[in-house]
């Protein structure tokens, strides 16, 4: 078997956490995959009051290597070490503005703007409702220098039938657009219907 594809995954403290569980869950399924694990310490939090007291001990079960988010020296605080992507979800507003702006203080967001400054896959599902024009002007600016926005939406028009169905494909969509086919998840997609004709309405 050909080397493991590392993969970092950081969880933020905003609401969404299942999403984050699930696509280690989804990741770590892979034997070609290892997951890099970064939690926040507002994540701590969220999973905890979202998905429950087992969360915490099941993803660090699950993650290769389990990072101490103030590890600012880890190894995926650097360029040099070798992984294919980095997924945050969810992404908070202020994990997404430190990205955006360059303010990394932490090792999921320096992990991050590593991605950035390597050339490879960041995919950010940024979670908040409204949002302001601050909100989206980081969107816009993470767009630019490289990051992949992609908020944590059903897709309606799947018809899914639970929590845990939307929960699952937005995980398996993000780890699609990492874009590694090696690690692809499960991908359910519009095939196409035609539209209802006039006589039909
Ligand atoms: C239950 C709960 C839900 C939250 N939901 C969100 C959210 O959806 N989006 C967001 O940007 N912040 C949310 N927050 C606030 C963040 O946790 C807070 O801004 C924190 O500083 C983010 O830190 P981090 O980016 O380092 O994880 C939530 C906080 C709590 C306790």
């Given amino acids: 078997m050909s080397e493991r594809h590392g993969v970092i995954v950081g969880i933020s403290g905003a609401s969404g956490a299942a999403i984050g569980v699930r696509i280690v869950e989804r990741l770590a399924e892979n034997p070609r995959c290892a997951v890099h694990l970064v939690i926040s310490p507002a994540a701590e939090r969220t999973l905890t009051e979202e998905v429950g007291a087992g969360a915490l001990p099941r993803l660090h079960t699950l993650a290769f290597r389990d990072h101490n ?3 600012i020296g ?3 605080a650097s360029g040099s070490f070798p992984v294919s992507g ?3 979800a969810p992404c908070s507003i202020r994990t997404l503005s430190a990205i955006a702006f360059g303010h990394l203080d932490n090792l999921l967001v320096r992990a991050a703007d590593v991605q950035l400054k390597e050339r490879r896959r960041l995919v950010l599902l940024v979670r908040e409702s409204p949002l302001h024009l601050g909100h ?4 816009l600016q993470a767009t630019e220098i490289g990051a992949i926005i992609a908020p ?3 897709a309606f028009y799947l018809k ?7 929960v699952d494909q937005i995980a398996c969509r993000a780890i699609n657009l990492l874009g ?6 499960p991908a359910l997609r519009w095939q ?3 539209a209802a004709s006039p006589d039909d309405r």
Avoid: K
């Avoid at 989206?136 to 969107?139: E, N, S, T």
């Avoid at 899914?160 to 939307?166: K, N």
């Avoid at 590694?180 to 998840?185: G, N």
């Fill in 86 to 88: 980095m997924i945050v």
């Fill in 192 to 194: 196409g219907r035609a």
């Fill in 74 to 76: 880890a190894s995926i």
């Fill in 136 to 139: 989206l002007r980081a969107m």
């Fill in 160 to 166: 899914p039938q639970s929590t845990a169905e939307i």
């Fill in 69 to 71: 988010p103030s590890d």
């Fill in 180 to 185: 590694l086919p090696d690690i692809s998840a």
């Fill in 152 to 154: 944590p939406l059903p």
